[in-house]
């Protein structure tokens, strides 16, 4: 056989698509659309869940003054249009008032660290402790022959190093 | 015992100075999965559920009776179509690695820790059920436990259950968190769980073997992002490299050289320290091809130096034959003419004219003129044959004519005399040149000879002069380079200076201040003026030339150094030039051997050693890759000293801090997750640390014995959802339970 086929050959052995499944159901389609990335289902879950205390602030707090009462009607179609402010004011209202909110995947995030201590300085290159910044490149070095490298690096090269730790300047 | 064997061979190779080389593996296809043959044994048994561990490094499959899972295999599928067969395949896990044209199309079911795509997953079911071997009509008949990640996205579940559900007619589902059956796999009751996996690490206190979710706390770093974040570094440490580097490749790397430094700054900043950097550099081999060099043999190098001697002397031969005839031939010309002269003699002046006519002369001065000038050449060769350099003595033309006045001369003789004049000033002019070269010489001689008088009775004078002689040139370049890299600033002084004097320059009224009745301009007065166009030249050829003399002085000082002075030897020419020795960068690159750039091998060889510990010390302090976030310890002490109140239950959680997940795995990270717990935890608190069995497959042991223990019984239907209640409660529907999420 022709060593050019024998990858199909094997493709042939691995592949599922045409073997029996008698366990599927044979009524069974996929949902459309039905593959979010974890952003997609992030912001639904958030627009879904303000959505919902807007709703039912709606109607215990329709008179308190503080935030227009939205009528029943709107509700339906709040999801979509449930600006962010309105979000974020119904969250925040739900912290004050629960205390704390259920755990859900946006809110279990690690806090940012408070002990400046904790996160030392090291050198951008090399790793190794460091004690000096470049003004110009913002680069972290541990000593002068370091320094020359840094000095010698070509253009945006010195971004990529800042970008290694999040330090780098995004222009938008 | 084998391993003992093995030792003496590997410190020989050290000893020989050879370091050993780690090697990468192409990413290789392994081979079809076995598929299970014994479903029989399970067909039709309601208590026999089928376990998954579904996680974003690896899907692992099997029967909750089992002791271990069937499958393993990363959770890609590759869907492509074969345009010359005319059909799709589908290829699952390992498979997808098969070939390149099926490795480029896989597709990952994750994005980060959560599903994002479920065409990969139902693939996924599908292959995990048929290399089961199920064969049953209508649905897969038995329960499934499935686990999922902390505060998995409803979303998601609700997806996961229809598709559960609805395609397969699955007859019940059970939820729950892979570190948390991992913790139950492992026996413990009330402890902390810090599970450390591919794309996240979690911490979740357990109280009475129930999760708190209310304090779970998730950390967004895992092993995918450590092995990022070493490409990453990888890249910009060898920008260029000759090798593609596959991810595989860079997994295992992470896998197989990182481990937690016990004390990260101490161990750092000696990291690079040459005498002990051979043990911990780690160098590894990427694969390249030899371009190779003909090695010849001694005798075949004697044999081609033989023959091109041989070729040598045929040619000094032949040169030597072709200078013979051409001798030969003037002799014969010589005798010839010198025949003509004796013949003109005797005959009649017409005659002789017409004979003088046919061979090209016009009178007989010519004739006389031409066989002295064969003559001279005849001897000329004849001496080069015999081997007497000959110091050529140009006789002394004269130039009869000059002497007479124009007045005695007819129009020919006239024109003769300016003639003679030209030549006269010609040969002037030559015998000028001569003797200046002679005295330039005798001045060369003289000086040689004075500075080897000067050396060979003030050597130490002639040292200290020619040193720094040498140091001012070196200075000399260095403030050249200096230059340069200043004017590659454009805030520098010197960048400033020159766009001052381009702009002057360019400026109609030059604003220098003149003095007074002194208007015109005096630009170029001074030869001095000129410099400044030398001065604003971007690329300065000139300055470029002078360096290259600058450093052919330097050569021939440096040489006579070498020569002369015994202090002066070769190292301390290096001492000047970079000596790898001495460079932390080189120390960084290439470890604490010399590189040579033209060998094969070493160009496609990395070198790991501060990225070992670089890499996975990213947990503990996520700042370092860009993650602005807490680090494990920190988060830690914050959930166990200011979140929890009840501080008996506070000393429970101390006595078992629990890990598992893959990350844990790196060597030294219990011990030094313990060491930084007990210097921030209250003094003498009862801390105790310990890692799972299997840190990598205790999930799905865990989710196999809590469904082999509980299927059946009122706690199997406290926590899974049945196909009744999924029609009756749709699918965002889940039971709370020890194990698993909560409602959100």
Redesign the interface.
Known sequence: MAPSSTPTVLHETLDITNLEKPFKSATWKPAARRNKNLKQVLTEVNRAQAASIIASQAHTEANTGDNTPIPESALAGLSARATAAQQASALQKLSLSVGQPAPTYGNIDAAPSLHPANSGHWCDLTGLPASYVDPKTKLRYTNKEVYAVIRGLGQGVSDQYLAVRGANVILK | MALTATEPATDSASSNGSQKLYHVLEPKFNG?LPQSTDYAKFKGRSDAAIVIDNGSWNTRVGWSTDAAPRLTFPPICSRYR?R??G??????GY?AY??S??RTAAKNAF??D?I????VM??IL??S??KLG????????HPIVLTE????????RK?MS??LF????APSILYGIDSLFSYHYNGGMTGLVLSSSNSTTHLIPVVNSKGV??M?????WGGSQAVE?LT??LA?KY?GFPSKVYQPQLESLVQEHCYVAQEY?AE??G??EMGSLDDRDRVIQFPYTEIIKEQKTEEELAKIAERRKESGRRLQEQAAKMRLEKLKKKEEELAYYQHLLEKGKNETKKNYSRMLENDGFRDEGQLEKRIKELEKSIRRSRNKDLGIEEEEEEEVPSFPLLDVADENLDEDGIKQKRAQKLLKANYEARQRVRAEKEKERERLRLEAEKEEERRTNDLEGWISEKRSMREGLLAKLKEREQKK?QLS?RKSLASLNRMKAIAHLASDEPTRKRRRGNDEDTFGADDDDWAIYRDIAAVNEEEEEEDEEMQTELKNLEAQLLRHDPDFTEESLQANKSDWRN???HA?LRGARPFDPENQAEANQMHLN??RI?VPEVIF???????????IV??TT?MLLNRFTDSKQREMIYRDVFLTGGYTMFQGFEERLRTALTSVLPFESPLAVRTAKDPVLDAWKGAALWSKTNIGQPAWKGAAISKAEYAEKGSDYIKEHNLGN???
């Open positions: 079809e074969d010359k067969l059909r799709t395949f589908t290829l699952v498979d098969a070939d044209n099926s994005d980060i959560v994002s795509n479920f065409d139902e693939n599908d292959y059920f048929l199920i064969d049953n009509e209508n649905g897969i008949g990640t902390l505060c998995n996205p409803n979303y998601t997806t229809e598709l609805e395609a397969y007619n979710m209310s779970a706390t998730r950390l967004n974040f990453k570094l910009l920008p700054k750092m900043s990291y690079l890299t600033d460079s932390l960068i960084f501060v990225e670089r302090e996520p700042n370092m890759a860009g993650v602005d976030q807490a680090g920190e988060i914050e909560v409602m959100s």
